[in-house]
């Protein structure tokens, strides 16, 4: 479990299509070459720490004739962003992926200073 022991929390969430590739036959779509997608996000201001981040499928299109396997992650997450990871493998083709995330962790208030 992870506390949040200051009094300023903030939040911050997110949209992004991640991939379009049955319009140009990319990877994803014809099953060929690497099946990750990586998207650098950052946050709208920076949180005291790496905050906790949740990602989700927002919009998922997919070939229906094939298995549909996907793995969604946030992976390097700082205090100014983080990554946003799509894979899948096997037969799967996918078309497009739309994934939303949102953030939550502690921020610097007005009243704080940073004596370093």
Known sequence: ???LTHHQIGTDQGSVLMFSDFADNG???TGDGPREKRV???FAGAFR????V???ISMWDTDGQTNQRADLRAEEVTEMGFDLVFRTWGDSRIARIRAD???FGTVLGEDDWDVD
Not at 49 to 52: F, I, Q, S, Y
Request: charged content about 10%; cysteine-free.
């Open 27 to 29: 990877p994803m779509w």
């Open 1 to 3: 479990m992870k506390r």
């Open 49 to 52: 720490a790496p905050p906790m």
């Open 40 to 42: 650098a996000v950052s």
């Open 101 to 103: 995330w949102i953030a």
């Open 54 to 56: 949740h990602v989700g």
